[in-house]
């Protein structure tokens, strides 16, 4: 076929012919797709939910999926893969190709809002794209929305479980040592809730295939009023994942 005949707005190397030619040279485990996978980006969560649950551990994609036995397989933990818009377009639209249907993203992020401190809870309903991977996958369009779904589905299971969280926009951003106080001061203003790296990217590979996704917060670190605040100790941070992901389960076993 010439490339005259080829549609030149369709990619030349798709997820699925990485997929297809890693598979037809055994470079895949011999598994069946889960239907719902976590994406992490903490070492430590990953430790806290094998250490908890009953899992049998894949190299896949350049990271680690583990899929959780009590579900069927139904149901996977993923992590290891990097860190960023990047690399999670990446592993979504591969993960995506294998045969993922729901996505969930649980990882730390910088509050915009005074009244969010370390440990708070935030589930992103729409992320702001300001990284750069998201524009590959949708048109020009300055948020992407969580599935209402998946939003509704996780925020009742942490009101089931007296968890307070807050519901709202957040800001994705490539690069965390240029959020220029002028662009937090304005997000801060616009009610936007936290900034983080790859819930843009996230939600436009889901969306831009008809997928489900959402993304999760704990809160580290603090930007409000232009001043960056880290606390001292983290480990409400890190409490605050093991309750999203607890949450997260439980939903996605209903």
Known sequence: MSSESLNPNQPVFTAADLIAHQRARGLLPDIASPESVILTFQRELMDYAVHKYRTKRFKLFGGELYLFK????????IGGFGAGSPAMAAVVDQLAAFGV?????IGLAGSLQPDLNTGSLVISTSAIRGEGVSQH????????????????GLSEILTKHNQHHILGTTWTTDAPFRELRKIVL???????????????????VARSMNLSAVAAFSIADQLADGHWKMSNDLRPAQK???????AVFEYLTL
């Open 240 to 246: 605050g994942l093991t309750i999203l992901f607890d």
């Open 101 to 105: 249907r729901r996505f969930v993203a």
């Open 70 to 77: 009590g579900t069927d397989n139904r149901i996977g933990l």
């Open 186 to 204: 304005e997000h801060q203003r616009a009610g936007v809730l936290a900034v983080d790296m790859e819930a843009a990217a996230l939600l436009s």
């Open 137 to 152: 996958y949708l048109s020009p369009y300055p948020t992407v929305d969580s599935s209402e779904e998946m939003v509704r």
